[in-house]
Structure formats: structure tokens, C-alpha cells
């Protein structure tokens, strides 16, 4: 069972950025990766996804042009840039791999890791 480790989060003031990474503890070649979050009182919502290559990637309306996901399969790592945060961005963010595909649908996603918390001040 691969597990997934988040590391990157924090306190930030707005406008500031952070990147987020995702380290696997198998090999993610073949597989979609995901970014999601949840406020608190929210519902998980994706923020972004890459295919297994890297070459198609998915942004939600709400980061597009302010985030990059990307990932390096020799580190088995993924990465969620965070540029131009705003307090709405304030979330725990979690990494995701699929193994069906890659999609914006959290149920296509099988494992998930423990979640970073990142806070926007105002």
C-alpha cells in the first residue's frame, strides 16, 4: 500500500506563496496524482490534477494562473505551487493518486495522504 506524505504547508500572508510537495513511498509512474482541499465546514474540492506522464493537467476555476502542479516520477514526488494566495485558499490540502485514470472526482482516487494545512492571512 503506497503512502503519500504532504509537506510544504503553513502561514502565509496574502499575496505570498508556498509549494507543496507529495512524496509517495512507491512509485507513481502510471499514475494520475491529484491535489485536493477542505475548509473547514467544506467539502472536499479538487485543486488540480497531472496525468501519469505530466503532460495534461487539470485546474479548478478558483487557482487557475495562481497554482502549478507538476510532478518528478525518478522522485516519486508531486508538487502543487501556490502563487498569489488569497485567505480563501486557507485549507487543508491533500495529495491523491489514482488508479483509474486521473479525473477531477475525489472516488477516483484511492489513496490519499495525511493533509497539509496551509493559512492565508488577510
Known amino acids: 500500500q503506497v503512502q503519500l506524505v504532504e509537506s510544504g504547508g503553513g502561514l502565509v500572508q496574502t499575496g505570498g506563496s508556498l509549494r507543496l510537495s507529495c512524496a509517495a513511498s512507491?512509485?507513481?509512474?502510471?499514475?494520475?496524482m491529484g491535489w485536493f482541499r477542505q475548509a473547514p465546514g467544506k467539502e472536499r474540492e479538487i485543486v488540480a490534477a497531472?496525468?501519469?506522464?505530466?503532460?495534461?493537467?487539470y485546474y479548478s476555476d478558483s487557482v487557475k494562473g495562481r497554482f502549478t502542479i507538476s510532478r518528478d516520477n525518478t522522485k516519486n514526488t508531486v508538487y502543487l505551487q501556490m502563487n498569489s494566495l488569497k485567505p480563501e485558499d486557507t485549507a487543508v490540502y491533500y495529495c491523491?493518486?489514482?488508479?483509474?485514470?486521473w479525473g477531477t472526482g475525489a472516488s477516483q482516487y484511492t489513496n490519499w495522504g495525511q493533509g497539509t494545512q496551509v493559512t492565508v492571512s488577510s
Open positions: 497531472i496525468n501519469w506522464g505530466g503532460g495534461s493537467t
Open positions: 512507491l512509485r507513481i509512474f502510471n499514475y494520475g
Open positions: 491523491a493518486r489514482s488508479t483509474t485514470g
